[in-house]
């Protein structure tokens, strides 16, 4: 099992239409970002590139469309 520093709704996250990422800041001053396909695909972990912390997304895969819109 994957060690999560927290777990966050997908409604925190921001969605960047022209990357298709949610992102969602970091306590480093970085941000938690989740590819939209990786979503769709079933992942639920956002990962910050500056540093080893990671969060757990909480969604419905049905209700990406919706949040995207």
Do not use: H, N, W
Not at 9 to 36: S, V
Not at 37 to 42: F, I, K, Q, V
Not at 56 to 66: Q, S, Y
Request: proline share 6%; aromatic share 10%.
């Amino acid at each position: 099992m994957t060690s999560v520093y927290d777990e966050i709704e997908i409604e925190d996250f921001t969605y960047d239409p022209i990357t298709e990422l949610f992102q969602y800041p970091c306590p480093c001053g970085d941000r938690f970002a989740i590819a939209l396909d990786d979503l769709r695909d079933g992942e639920d972990i956002a990962v910050c590139p500056s540093c080893s912390l990671m969060v757990k997304v909480i969604f419905e895969v049905e209700d990406l469309d919706e949040l995207i819109q």
